[in-house]
Antibody, heavy 122, light 108 residues
C-alpha cells in the first residue's frame, strides 16, 4: 500500500524558515517524480514544486521561486521542501504527492498524503 | 504561464443526473490534463489522466474528453458520494503544473 506521510508543519513567523518532510512507502520511491501541492484555507489547489526521480529536474511555481527548494533522498525514501523567507500567503496545507509516471515526469499525481499545515503569522 | 479556467464554479444537481464540467487552457496542452476529486478534509483523488484515461479503481460513470484547449469531465449518473469539488490540472509546460480554480458539485 502506497503511503505518503508529511511532517514538519507548524506556526512560524514571517521571514523565518521551515523544512517539510514526506516519508514514502509502499512503492519504489526512486522510480517516480514527486510533487508538493498546497491548499490555503478554503481555497483551491496550487502546485508548489516537483522533482524528477533522480533529482535531475526540478520545477517551482512563480510564487515560491527563489524562496523554496525541493529535494529528495532516495536512500531514505524521503522528499523535502525547504521554505525560506516565509510570508503570510504561504499559509496552507502542504501535500506531498507521487507522480503517475514510471521513470518519467507526467505531472499528474496518483497518490497523495494527508498534508501538513503551515501557518505563517506573527 | 498556462492558465486553466473551469466552468461552472459551482453546480447543483440531483442523484442520477448527468453532469459535465469543462476546463479550458489558455494555450494548447495536447492531452496533458488530469481531473481530481476532493472531498472536505480529504486529499485530492486522481480520477482521469491524459485527458481521457480512467485511473484504476475509479467508477466508469466518470469519463474525460478533449484535447488542445478544451476538456470535459462527465459524470454519467450522479451518486451520493460524488458530491465534492473537482479540479482540472495541466501538465504540458514541463516542469510547471497548473490547477483550475475548482468546481463545487452540490446536492440540489
Amino acid at each position: 500500500e502506497v503511503q505518503l506521510v508529511e511532517s514538519g508543519g507548524g506556526l512560524v513567523q514571517p521571514g523565518r524558515s521551515l523544512r517539510l518532510s514526506c516519508a514514502a512507502s509502499g512503492f519504489t520511491f526512486d522510480d517516480y517524480a514527486m510533487h508538493w501541492v498546497r491548499q490555503a484555507p478554503g481555497k483551491g489547489l496550487e502546485w508548489v514544486s516537483g522533482i524528477s526521480w533522480n533529482s535531475g529536474s526540478t520545477g517551482y511555481a512563480d510564487s515560491v521561486k527563489g524562496r523554496f527548494t525541493i529535494s529528495r533522498d532516495n536512500a531514505k525514501n524521503s522528499l523535502y521542501l525547504q521554505m525560506n523567507s516565509l510570508r503570510a500567503e504561504d499559509t496552507a496545507l502542504y501535500y506531498c504527492a507521487k507522480d503517475l509516471g514510471f521513470l518519467e515526469w507526467l505531472g499528474q499525481a496518483d497518490y497523495w498524503g494527508q498534508g501538513t499545515l503551515v501557518t505563517v503569522s506573527s | 504561464d498556462i492558465q486553466m479556467t473551469q466552468s461552472p464554479s459551482s453546480v447543483s444537481a440531483s442523484v442520477g443526473d448527468r453532469v459535465t464540467i469543462t476546463c479550458r487552457a489558455s494555450q494548447g496542452i495536447s492531452s496533458w490534463l488530469a481531473w481530481y476529486q476532493q472531498k472536505p478534509g480529504k486529499a485530492p483523488k486522481l480520477l482521469i489522466y491524459a485527458a481521457s484515461s480512467l485511473q484504476s479503481g475509479v467508477p466508469s460513470r466518470f469519463s474525460g474528453s478533449g484535447s488542445g484547449t478544451d476538456f470535459t469531465l462527465t459524470i454519467s449518473s450522479l451518486q451520493p458520494e460524488d458530491f465534492a469539488t473537482y479540479y482540472c490540472q495541466q501538465a504540458n509546460s514541463f516542469p510547471s503544473v497548473t490547477f483550475g480554480q475548482g468546481t463545487k458539485l452540490e446536492i440540489k
